[in-house]
């Protein structure tokens, strides 16, 4: 039985951090986005 605890307890730790890392790629790839259209906009003007 605490054994079920602690392996509860450690897989909720690991889906926390994986939903953080997604989270942080989620976002970077936003901004890597948002960074290639602004040098596209610098270009055309």
């Known amino acids: 039985m605490i054994g079920f605890i602690i ?3 450690i897989g909720a730790f690991i889906g926390v ?3 953080c890392l997604c989270n ?7 901004n890597i986005e948002n960074h290639k ?4 906009t610098k270009e055309d003007e």
């Open 7 to 9: 392996g509860l307890f």
């Open 17 to 19: 951090v994986v939903m």
């Open 24 to 30: 942080a790629a989620s976002n970077a790839d936003k």
């Open 37 to 40: 259209t602004s040098e596209e």
